[in-house]
């Protein structure tokens, strides 16, 4: 009898530990699978725009943006270092965007809002400028990556690094900007 009882315990024993390794396996695979953060650069207006033809060519221009992290996980935090984004124009940087470091809890949003300062200059000296500034438009491209750590379940800690690209448009005559942007994890 004691036998029969000790067997009996054993059974429902693995079965329980296979449905809970299926339930957890499951899970895994579906609502606790790591997601992409979305990053995104959206510019919020366009400031300080200042430019002159005599008695040189200069321009100045300062743009709003409010970055949105937005951390889709369920179980995983991302706490990212200070940080630099950087802003080209036909592959030529004509800015830099600090960006402090942040802890995006799981499955939260942070918003930062920075300004950017165009370097005038740069884009001036560029010979694509003439042409845009006649067509009505600046097409920029902004590049980021976010080096930190994610936190599982405040157990397991791992490193990854966020990145992110934007296509901002930045229109003249309307002074409307609209970007686009893409973002990935590697862990």
């Known amino acids: 009898m004691a036998r029969r009882g000790l067997k009996i315990c054993c059974g429902v024993a693995t079965i329980s530990i296979l449905i809970i390794a299926i339930v957890f396996t499951s ?18 207006g366009l400031q300080d725009i200042q430019f002159t033809i005599f008695p040189n060519v200069t321009l100045n ?6 970055v949105t992290i937005d951390n889709p996980n369920h179980i995983g935090s991302f706490k990212f270092e200070n940080s630099t984004a950087y802003v080209n124009y036909h592959e030529v940087v004509v800015a830099q965007v600090p960006i402090e470091q942040h802890l995006v809890p799981a499955h939260s949003k942070i918003n930062i809002t920075t300004f950017v300062d165009l370097m005038g200059d740069k884009m001036i000296g560029n010979p694509h400028f003439m042409d845009d500034f006649l067509a009505g438009s600046f097409n920029l491209t902004s590049t980021a990556q976010l080096h930190g750590k994610v936190n599982i379940l405040k157990i397991l800690n791992l490193h990854a690094t966020a990145y992110s690209t934007c296509e901002i448009s930045v229109f003249i005559s309307s002074q409307d900007i609209v970007s686009n942007c893409k973002s990935k994890i590697r862990v």
Request: glycine share 0%; net charge neutral.
């Open 27 to 44: 899970l895994a695979f579906t609502v606790f699978k790591p997601k992409q953060p979305d990053i995104t650069a959206t510019p919020t």
């Open 61 to 66: 221009v300062t743009l709003d943006m409010l």
